[in-house]
């Protein structure tokens, strides 16, 4: 149990704040003194306030202005707004308050940074997403907002221990799904890393656990190895008198898991586990040249893998990236990834878009451009205020975390879009009233369609027509989420021209059945047919696509019973003296004991549930449940980017469960089989799963290419202990070379 010491507490506070002011590193005695107003502001604000380890809770906001300093490198403001961003949202303090001591812009970034309290309804919305938007759209007048909510959200992930696994769960997949991609796309690759494998930690604990373990126990040789490959370029740097500093990085744990999944292969498989960065200091003028000239001397020493190069120098990514990559074979046999930076660079790469400011002069260099591009591009998306918070944080998310490639306009000037970019996504790039009167363009001076994907270094004229409108399809031409965004509006407005015919028409529908014309009747419209806004309904109502048929079974309907329940029968009401308990019972346990899960008691008793194909979980899988809007239960393993996708975004629907050895049917599942083709093969191999281990096939699909076999084959588990000693078995057979469990449904 913990137990407070106050005097040990206030040596702690003034300690962690001498930390702060030592990262900060500023002689200003003015600015000094407005950030001990505010750290005096908020350890009053505080006083009586504990984090959940039973520490005081200004220990956080303290932590957050220090992450703010000295890891992203902002200033007095920041620091002022890191340390009160909770004082509003926890407190009976007001932004008034905080406006009348230091003045509107601290006022305005404190409230992008304050969660919102009164939301929509929790059935259709979600609070994250809401307060994600929120805070996005502070952005188009202060990007200092999302910087500090990228240091809060640092420190809660150091924190993290603390919570609950379901909350850990949750916070872990917004991090990973949203928070680290925008670290990304602001440069602060440092936190962006530290992020991805903090959510990986809590996600999937055993994989990382056993990364981390690897890295450790090879660090020695791994040092040794560094030392052995960088002492003849040291030698050719001093020789041609370069002011420089060597280091090496491991492969962060996320990286090395995510190559590992991608690749199928083992962690002794994985051969870039560690960078070298040559960090050179140099005047910005000779930058480009004496980058080159490092890599030049590399390449005198090492042979280079020409498919890896990469210039970051010419045109630095959207992000303000900036650095020369090579991947060289060392004397050992081992492929190297060597990064060549300058001081400026480096800074800008570790603290990303608020180094710039150090930096910035008249004349902003293409990387700050690239940047203030993007942030334009944000503020476009935000303008479509109506769209759907969900919908809004898919499409902004898919574009956080993407490839680039560079595309000029008939005048010469370059443009930077998402890989996989359409004629259609440039049209909107441009402007969003040439992407809705699009109707194809030139490339290369060459007729193209909407659909046809750009490369880097096309020219692109756009071709328009007064008569073209957005159509649905155009959805299946575009990636970007400027164009999505743009597409969904268009449509929408022409939608819109029919609201009021389907609005007369649902009311006359629902006077008809002796129904309310309300909102909360119309939601539930909406909610069984997927409709996601009003518009949508009423256009489908003019349309007569749907009508009093699907109102009636729609409001008449008092029984809700899943088609999945009655497929595999399985009973839901148990007798309370029975100890075990299916995932069924634990579900429904779980709905009742929550205050934050919102069903109808009366429907408990019905809910079922529908095993994700997506990710195929199996009793010991570690599992998360989803309550769908048509009350039943996706059960996913919480490891499946599906579930991490929703677990970031629908927490007040999220049912955190587990197996138990009461379930007594069949789990679909897969492996995938690699091996030796020869006599005997497939018969060892059906032997083992029917006859060794007792269980049914589903499908089995193979492919043989130069005496190899590929096999895929979908099987019935009880168990993930049961598919583990499957696996274990086949794996002893001759001529099998690897065998691994499948993640998704194989169809064949």
Known sequence: MFIPDPEQEKKEIINRYRSLLRAWRTEDLKAKKEVRKAFNIAVEAHKDMRRRTGEPYIYHPIEVARIVAAEIGLGKISIICALLHDVVEDTDFTLANIEAIFGKKVARIIDGLTKIKD??????????????KKMLLTLSDDVRVILIKLADRLHNMRTLDAMPQHKQLKIASETSYLYAPLAHRFGLYAIKTELEDLALKYTEPEIYQSIADRLKSSEQERKRFVNRFIYPIKKSLSKKNFDYEIFYRNKSIHSIWTKMKQKGIPIEEVYDLMAVRIVIDTPKENEKVDCWRVYSIITDHYRPKIDRLRDWISIPKANGYEALHTTVMSSDGHWVEVQIRTRRMDEIAEKGYAAHWRYKSSNPGLSESNINNWLERIREILQNTESNPLDFIDDFQGFLFTDEIYVF????????????????????????????????????????????????????????????????????????????????????????????????????????????????????????????????????????????????????????????????????????????????????????????????????????????????????????????????????????????????????????????????????????????????????????????????????????????????????????????????????????????????????
């Open 119 to 132: 939301i929509m309804d929790n059935s259709t919305s979600s609070i994250q997403a809401e307060n994600f």
């Open 409 to 748: 306009t008939p005048k010469g000037e370059l443009r930077n879009l998402p890989i996989r970019s359409s004629v259609l996504d440039f049209a909107y790039a441009i402007h969003s009233e040439i992407g809705n009167s699009c109707i194809g363009a030139k490339v290369n001076h060459k007729l193209a369609p909407l659909d046809q994907k750009l490369k880097s270094g096309d020219q692109v004229e756009i071709l328009t027509s007064k008569k073209q409108i957005p159509k649905e399809e155009w959805f299946d031409y575009v990636v970007t989420a400027r164009a999505r965004t743009q597409i969904k509006q268009g449509i929408k407005e022409e939608k819109r021209k029919f609201t009021e015919e389907g609005k007369a028409k649902l009311q006359s529908y629902f006077s008809q059945i002796g129904a309310e014309f309300s909102n909360k009747n119309q939601r539930h419209l909406q909610q069984k047919y997927n409709y996601a806004s009003p518009i949508d309904l009423y256009y489908d109502l003019a349309q007569d696509l749907i009508g009093l048929k699907e109102v009636k079974e729609c409001c008449a309907e008092s029984i809700k019973e899943s088609w999945i329940s009655k497929m595999i029968r399985i009973p839901f009401i148990r007798s309370r003296n029975i100890e075990k308990k299916t995932l069924t019972e634990t579900v429904i346990d779980v709905i009742n004991q929550s205050k934050d899960i919102a069903i109808n008691s009366d429907d408990i008793q019905k809910i079922s549930y529908d095993i994700s194909s997506c990710c195929l979980p199996i009793p010991g899988d570690d599992i998360v449940g989803f309550i769908t809007p048509n009350e039943y239960i996706k059960i996913h393993r919480t490891t499946c980017p599906v579930a991490v996708n929703q677990m970031s975004k629908y927490g007040n629907r999220i049912i955190k469960t587990q197996w138990t050895d009461k379930e007594s049917i069949g789990f679909l599942t897969g492996v995938e089989i690699n091996g030796i083709d020869s006599p005997g093969f497939i018969k060892d191999i059906i032997n083992v799963i029917t006859e060794e281990q007792k269980l049914n096939i589903k499908s089995f699909h193979l492919d043989t290419k130069g005496g190899m076999i590929d096999t895929s084959i979908m099987l019935y588990v009880y168990s993930v202990g049961n598919l583990n000693n499957l696996i274990n078995h086949l794996k002893k057979l001759p001529n099998v070379k690897k065998v691994h469990r499948l993640n998704a449904v194989v169809h064949t």
